[in-house]
């Protein structure tokens, strides 16, 4: 063989497998593009073939406004407070209920103790985008009596599927005039909305009624969403027990710098407590929720145990709060902005 043939020949060899090595690259990268062509169009499909249903008024576009007068002896302001409601503008000391078709409630209440009238206005509306959302805010009332006595008293905001009955007859009478959930028998699989989160940030939180000093409470103050699903029972005396069907529990403990667009927390079904991020504390049965008898009288609704995976529910309960711990404890400052509230099927 001639160094003419020897030559033509290592050549050609070499030509042949530096070809095949780039076809192969080109390969690699072809299947790579192939596949993660496949994993989006079938996250595109999933996410297509979802159901998105808006809760009434989620949006939160839409605003009813309340002019109440305050009491002279505690200097008779004129205070607004702002209902998820249809668009309008209530003048007057009336008890609120819920206008419009609307089937939220909001710690925004009008009370009357000893024939004097004061009202707590901790849920406001706030501009997002080209409309309006919730800005829920935990803060210090302060009422001055007579311009002698100074009262301090915590309020947390909270915006609730339900309603709630005014006026308020006293400090014990906040939770028992909460109706709390609206009727339901639907299964989503996920609650889905728009948030923001700015977190006080103080090491502890604060109790405050107004009645006593203020007292420290341990734990740094969250933001919660809890959502729940029950498939309620009421006796013949009115006593409402129910079994947990649905369950979806978020807190929020550090600011968020901006808003977080659809949000989406998958609802666990049946009995969740070997579930990994299960928190007795949120995720557990309680009985600390009032509900309104067909008798119309406020009782506790008792959670008496889990229901089944497959079991339907019979209402929904559904609560955004600035704080949490209970009524009058959280740290002042702490606040939560909701939009656009959707559940996903």
Not at 291 to 319: F, Y
Request: glycine share 12%; hydrophobic share 35%.
């Amino acid at each position: 063989m001639t160094n003419f043939e020897n030559s033509y020949k290592k050549s050609f060899s070499y030509i042949c497998v530096h070809y095949f090595h780039i076809d192969v690259t080109i390969m690699k990268y072809v299947n790579r593009f192939i596949l993660s062509a496949v994993v989006w169009m079938t996250a595109l499909q999933m996410f297509a073939a979802d159901k998105v249903v808006a809760l009434s008024f989620g949006n939160m576009d839409q605003w009813t406004i309340r002019k109440i007068h305050e009491s002279a002896v505690i200097g008779g302001q004129t205070k607004m407070l702002y209902e998820i409601g249809p668009n309008r503008t209530l003048e007057g000391n009336n008890p609120y209920t819920n206008g419009g078709g609307s089937p939220w409630g909001t710690s925004n209440v009008m009370a009357k103790v000893m024939g004097v009238v004061k009202t707590n206005n901790s849920v406001f509306r706030d501009r997002h985008g080209n409309g309006y959302c919730a800005k829920l805010t935990t803060h210090i009332e302060n009422v001055k009596v007579l311009g002698l006595m100074n009262m301090h008293v915590l309020a947390a905001g909270s915006i609730f599927l339900g309603d709630m009955k005014e006026p308020i007859t006293g400090t014990k009478d906040g939770p028992k005039a909460m109706n709390n959930g609206i009727a339901f028998t639907g299964r989503p699989k996920a609650l889905r909305y728009d948030y923001k989160v700015s977190v006080a940030g103080t090491p502890n939180r604060i109790r405050q009624n107004g009645f006593s000093k203020g007292s420290t409470v341990a734990g740094k103050d969250y933001a919660v969403a809890v959502f729940y699903l029950q498939k309620r029972s009421e006796d013949a005396k009115g006593n409402i027990t129910a079994k947990r069907v649905g369950t979806m529990v978020v807190k929020y403990g550090k600011s968020t710098g901006g808003w977080v667009d659809n949000a989406t927390y998958e609802i666990l079904y049946g009995d969740i407590r070997n579930t990994p991020g299960y928190d007795a504390a949120t995720m557990g049965l309680r009985s600390c929720d009032y509900a309104r008898n067909s008798k119309g009288r406020s009782v506790p609704i008792v959670e008496t145990g889990w229901a089944g995976k497959d079991e339907t529910p019979t209402h929904m309960i559904l609560q955004f709060s600035s704080s949490h711990g209970g009524a009058y404890i959280g740290s002042p400052g702490n606040t939560l902005w909701i939009d656009n509230v959707r559940l996903v099927y």
